[in-house]
């Protein structure tokens, strides 16, 4: 499956988790669930609510504290604030901005919506001054949560802290987040964790982002729009004015874009489009329904057991390192984390020379990183990146008694195997390395048990 967002009024960690549960609402109680897991309190709501603007109808996902709902708090710029009314805004969908040893701000009381059990222990929620980085982290750790989404929610948390820190000139571990927002954003970020797990998409793409316009109050002052660690977290995302102003891409939302790496368009394979799901912000926006839709398409091939996903290829060509210290640099290379595979041929460069041309495929996310090891490793001048989708068949480990690995492949009409050549090389001479391999080939295309070990 691939998953396309359509940032039509913007994007937050909210509107994100409202889309992704608008197009699977049977999935909102596990969300919640994790979400709670989290260590939320009893007196934060937690809850999906049906939504209607007048022109699309979609949910919301609601996150309040039920205090300040008791007290009727509202925020000076709430639901149906017109971004035209002060020439500064506030948060537009709900969020947290972290700070290097300084609190962040968070506009929004939203409506309450399915309250936890009475008898439910906070865990946090009437904490007060900063949440560290380093807490938060620790406290998603220790979070009774499934490892994949444990570790999502933290990756996520931790791109904003680095933001935040790159716009402080500050360390990391110097980050903190105001309380206010750490429940808010923890809700957001561990359920978008969770859905992206469950949903389990081959690949994402993204539209065009609405970058907006004007300035934002913060604890510290006005900052314009987008705040500078959003601005940090869109490098290399397509971003356009669309003429409505106000804050449309908050830090959280970003961070769960730079987080899932997507790809900037649809590409050219057929998909069939399925599914459609539509996350509300809260705030009003003139002629423009301030939502997020997503698109669900199920790839061409899935049913044979083809898997579609995006990689980018570096490609470059030397003339100008001996063999020796290029192979070197090629085996370095090859240990570059989000590196899949190094390939090296020959071709006739310019005036007539031997030259070695190199192709690297590395996972998108790690493309600029694999970039700088290629000039750094390679006497390169120059780098292509090209970002291209493939088909990738079904795989699954196998490992017989005797400790032989073997790798089973799914074809669209068959079952094929093959074994580790490392595995085989103690065997003595070419025909017991033979006899070895389809002893073990033989014997995991045979067990429909999974094999020891496997």
């Known amino acids: 499956m691939h998953l396309h967002l359509d940032a039509v009024g913007g994007i937050a960690g909210d509107m994100f988790v409202a889309a992704l549960l608008d197009l699977r609402p049977d999935l909102a109680a596990g969300a919640i669930g994790a979400a709670r897991a989290a260590g939320l309190g009893a007196d934060i709501d937690l809850g999906l609510e049906p939504f209607d603007d007048g022109v699309l109808t979609g949910s919301r996902f609601v996150v309040a504290r039920a205090a300040d709902e008791a007290r009727g708090a509202a925020p000076p710029h709430g639901p149906g604030a017109s971004a035209s009314d002060h020439g500064e805004f506030s948060n537009a969908h709900g969020h947290a901005h972290g700070h290097a040893d300084a609190p962040p701000h968070d506009h929004e009381a939203r409506p309450v919506h399915a309250r936890p059990p009475a008898d439910q222990t906070p865990a946090h929620a009437h904490d007060h001054g900063h949440v560290h980085w380093a807490a938060l982290r620790e406290r998603l750790a220790t979070a009774p949560l499934a490892a994949p989404v444990r570790e999502r929610a933290i990756a996520i948390f931790a791109g904003l802290a680095e933001a935040e820190a790159r716009v402080h000139g500050k360390p990391v571990e110097a980050v903190s987040f105001h309380e206010v927002g750490a429940w808010d954003s923890i809700a957001d970020i561990v359920a978008a964790a969770w859905l992206i797990e469950a ?256």
């Not at 030259?355 to 292509?384: K, P, S």
Request: hydrophobic share 40%; net charge neutral.
């Open 199 to 454: 949903l389990g998409a081959t690949s994402w793409s993204v539209g065009p982002l609405p970058l907006g316009s004007g300035r934002v109050r913060t604890a510290h002052g006005l900052l314009p729009v987008p705040a500078p660690a959003t601005v940090l977290l869109l490098e290399g995302l397509p971003c356009f004015d669309d003429g409505h102003a106000g804050e449309r891409i908050t830090p959280t939302g970003a961070a769960i874009l730079k987080h899932l790496a997507p790809g900037t368009g649809l590409g050219t394979a057929p998909r069939v489009l399925g599914r459609v799901g539509h996350g509300f912000g809260t705030r009003r926006l003139r002629g423009l329904s301030n939502v997020l839709r997503v698109l669900a398409f199920d790839d061409a091939g899935a049913s044979a057991g083809i898997g579609i996903d995006q990689v980018t290829r570096l490609a470059f060509e030397i003339d100008d390192q001996t063999p020796e210290d290029l192979a070197l640099g090629l085996e370095r290379l090859r240990a570059v984390p989000g590196v899949i595979d190094v390939t090296q041929g020959t071709v006739t460069a310019k005036q007539g020379r031997q030259a070695a041309t190199v192709r690297v495929l590395a996972e998108v996310a790690a493309g600029e990183a694999v970039a700088a090891a290629c000039f750094r490793e390679t006497t390169t001048l120059g780098v292509r990146l090209q970002r291209l989708e493939r088909r990738v068949l079904q795989r699954e480990p196998w490992v017989g008694p005797d400790g032989t690995r073997v790798k089973r492949v799914r074809r669209p009409d068959t079952v094929t195997a093959k074994a580790e050549l490392a595995d085989l090389a103690e065997a003595d001479g070419h025909a017991a390395r033979e006899a070895r391999r389809r002893t073990a080939e033989d014997a995991a295309l045979d067990d429909t048990d999974g094999g020891a070990g496997a």
